[in-house]
């Protein structure tokens, strides 16, 4: 398996704090992305980065910001918590987007925001 | 754009029983397909994946894909289910410089 890890695995909190979610890897990728999973909506993807401090929104990404200042860690921050943001995110690695290569996932955090 | 379908949202099974999971994509060019499987409480894992070459392919827990280009399909297949694949099964296409596009899933229920 790669090795992915998310921090926390579970979290909840109030409307209006802010929140960061942490993804580390041990494969030295150099993509990493984040998404959001919703029963109904599968896997939408809300920001991606293909290398130290370069980054790039995706489908979903109003409300979020994310940092990647080392390889290894890619930061997913909530500014101001809304209930709407309740679901569980999931980081993925890939070697090069698309394409040829797949993309392998960590376990994903649960957060609930009250 | 790229995008993915996955008609059926749930499929319920007898164990032992074949499987098939369908996968429909709209992409101009010969896409990247990807089969993933995600059980309750984990990430999702890679079933098997599709680049060019044999139409058919196999993956991992004795599951295959068949690409056919005709009919923008890239159906999961298993001979004889197991209770154990109970679990959601997710669709993807990649292309070169995009992350992947993924189905919405499909939840499927072995029965015994």
């Known amino acids: 398996d790669a090795g992915i890890t998310q921090s926390p695995r579970h979290k909840v909190t109030e409307t209006g704090t802010p929140v960061t979610l942490r993804c580390h890897q041990t494969?030295?990728?150099?993509?990493m992305y984040w998404y959001r999973q919703d029963p109904g909506h599968g896997l939408r993807l809300i920001h991606y980065?293909?290398?130290?401090?370069?980054?790039d929104k995706g489908e979903v990404s109003d409300g979020y910001s994310v940092s990647r200042s080392k390889t290894e860690d890619f930061l997913l921050t909530l500014e101001s918590a809304t209930s709407s943001q309740t679901s569980v995110y999931f980081c993925?690695?890939?070697?090069?987007?698309?394409?040829?290569?797949?993309?392998?996932f960590g376990d994903g955090t649960r957060l609930s925001i009250l | 754009a790229q995008s993915v379908t996955q008609p059926d949202i749930h499929i319920t099974v007898s164990e032992g029983a074949s499987l098939e999971l369908r996968c429909n994509y709209s992409?101009?060019?010969?896409?990247?397909l990807f089969w993933y499987v995600q059980s309750p409480g984990q990430g999702l894992q890679l079933l098997l994946k599709?680049?060019?070459?044999?139409?058919l392919v196999q993956g991992i827990k004795g599951f295959e894909a068949e690409f056919k280009r005709s009919q923008s399909s890239f159906n999961l297949r298993k001979p004889s289910v197991h209770w154990s694949d109970a679990a959601e099964y997710f669709c993807?296409?990649?292309?070169?410089?995009?992350?992947?596009?993924f189905g919405k899933g499909t939840t499927l229920s072995v029965s015994s």
């Open positions: 993925a690695i890939s070697e090069s987007t698309g394409g040829g290569q797949p993309q392998h």
């Open positions: 992409y101009g060019a010969t896409p990247y």
């Open positions: 993807a296409v990649g292309a070169a410089g995009t992350a992947l596009i």
């Open positions: 599709y680049f060019s070459g044999d139409t």
């Open positions: 494969e030295n990728h150099r993509y």
């Open positions: 980065s293909y290398g130290v401090k370069d980054t």
